[in-house]
């Protein structure tokens, strides 16, 4: 089974942006739907942003949960199985742990996560 790696997490200021990576191990990364997703503390986890297989598999395509619109911009590059997340202008409600995962009901397990914390 495929496994997912997570990275690119890190303490910053509001306003501030970073950018996380999740590389994909095994094959099949090209033909699926790929979200990331967050889990705050006491909260469940939730999916932050999807976005299609692109390419061969079919358009390119993403959708975005409102809280991040505007502000996160989700991709993906299928020769490297990577996803990405660049996310912008960073505020303190954006603190938790990013996982990426396969978007519908074929999700993989779960990787670590990479944390991003949010502080003045």
């Known amino acids: 089974q495929a496994q997912l790696v997570e990275s690119g997490g890190g303490l910053v200021q509001p306003g501030e942006s970073l950018r996380l990576s999740c590389t994909a191990s095994g094959s099949g990364f090209r033909l699926y739907t790929m979200g990331w997703y967050r889990q705050a503390p006491g909260k469940q986890r939730e999916l932050v942003a999807r976005?299609?297989?692109?390419?061969?598999?079919?358009?390119?395509?993403?959708v975005y949960v409102d809280s991040v619109k505007g502000r996160f911009t989700i991709s993906r590059d299928n020769a490297k199985a990577t996803l990405y997340l660049q996310m912008n202008s960073l505020k303190p409600e954006d603190t938790a742990i990013y996982y990426c995962n396969r978007y519908g009901n074929t999700l993989l397990s779960w990787g670590q996560g990479t944390q991003v914390t949010v502080s003045p």
């Open positions: 976005i299609t297989p692109g390419g061969s598999a079919g358009y390119l395509d993403s």
